[in-house]
């Protein structure tokens, strides 16, 4: 499919562009992303072959007509996003338009501006419970009124063959004329999934990588899924390892494969003691969810936090995809990000409706 017929995508609250990467994949042209997270930004536009990036706080209210114009006459297809959802303040009168939540509305008025043939909402799995249904319900009418056959389902990235355990409510609409829309069927199942040493052990994997932001690769890969992330680059960025304190490391090889701060001994990581506190991964099952710190997981292996590749990577970011700004910044951009692999089989499906 040409440039020219491949149709047109908007990725609201993109971030680095994790969702609109499976788009393309999956034959998109992806033309604009909109965030307000300046580095984040940087990286979008680095990796999506002359998308526009426009920096943009989405609660002001002249946003869709500054977004006409980063379009500059192209009319989007598709809308994509992940509106945050802490916001919300239903309790009581149930008062969907109050101003908090101002950005969920803006991706419901953005929709209704355009009128895309389709659109993609996706979010944390809590929003389908929250106030009992009432803002998943609430998003379902507005949306259907706007003419669109709605349909919300949970998925699992791990069983779109990402090497993570990343749960996520997604809302897709298409225009009624093009009928209802169905999810895309798994293409694993929990005995198949991709696991962490799938995923990363072909990676240079000495204790301390220190080196610059650019290496090489130093051995070949070993699975199907490495040699798809690689995708015939030469070189490899983002791969730096971060130099813990003698006593993280310590506490850190205290810590079997796959256990977490229940597993230390009396007395050790007492500073960390909540849920995914000092968790290593396990090198026979995929990652837990990958989140914007980075500081509480840690690799199968080696006592250390993961790369900002190595977590790329098992959120299905191939080799080709280049993080800028600080290591902090890399790894919110990374942890934000809706896994690519998952975004290309939804954007799959969604072509066979709209086309």
């Given at each position: 499919m040409s440039k020219k017929t491949r149709p047109v995508v908007v990725d609201l609250f993109s971030g680095c562009g994790g969702l609109s990467r499976g788009f393309m994949d999956a034959g998109f042209d992806v033309v604009l992303g909109v965030d307000n997270d300046k580095p984040a930004l940087e990286t979008f536009k680095l990796n999506h072959n002359g998308s526009e990036a426009l920096e943009l706080d989405l609660f002001d209210k002249k946003s869709i007509s500054k977004i006409k114009e980063a379009l500059k006459g192209k009319k989007p297809d598709v809308i994509v996003g992940g509106p945050p959802c802490q916001g919300f303040s239903l309790t009581g009168t149930r008062n969907f338009d109050d101003k908090r939540n101002r950005l969920y509305l803006s991706m419901i008025d953005i929709v209704k501006e355009f009128k895309p043939k389709a659109f993609l909402i996706e979010n944390v799995p809590g929003l389908a419970r929250l106030y009992n249904g009432a803002v998943k319900d609430e998003i379902i009418r507005r949306l259907t009124d706007l003419g669109y056959n709605v349909e919300m389902q949970l998925l699992c990235a791990a069983d779109y063959g990402v090497p993570q355990i990343r749960k996520r409510i997604v809302f897709v609409g298409i225009q009624k004329k093009f009928g209802n829309f169905s999810f895309p069927k798994k293409i694993l199942t929990p005995e198949k999934y991709v696991t962490c040493e799938d995923a990363i052990s072909d990676l240079p994997s000495r204790e301390d990588i220190l080196g610059g932001e650019i290496d090489v690769y130093d051995s070949k890969p070993k699975t199907k899924y490495q040699k798809k992330m690689r995708c015939e680059q030469k070189k490899l960025y983002n791969h730096v390892a971060t130099k813990h304190t003698?006593?993280?490391?310590?506490?850190?090889?205290?810590?079997?494969?796959?256990?977490?701060?229940?597993?230390?001994?009396?007395?050790?990581?007492?500073?960390?003691?909540?849920?995914?506190?000092?968790?290593r991964y396990h090198s026979k099952k995929p990652s837990k969810t990958i989140d914007t710190g980075h500081r509480n997981h840690f690799h199968y292996k080696y006592n250390r936090i993961p790369t900002v590749r190595e977590n790329a990577r098992l959120q299905s970011f191939p080799d080709d995809f280049v993080f800028v700004g600080t290591r902090t910044s890399q790894n919110r951009q990374?942890?934000?990000?809706?896994?690519?692999?998952l975004g290309y089989y939804i954007g799959r499906e969604i072509l066979k409706y709209i086309s």
């Open positions: 003698e006593l993280v490391t310590s506490v850190i090889s205290q810590v079997p494969e796959g256990g977490n701060h229940k597993n230390l001994p009396k007395g050790v990581g007492e500073s960390r003691k909540f849920n995914e506190a000092w968790t990374v942890g934000n990000a809706v896994p690519p692999l």
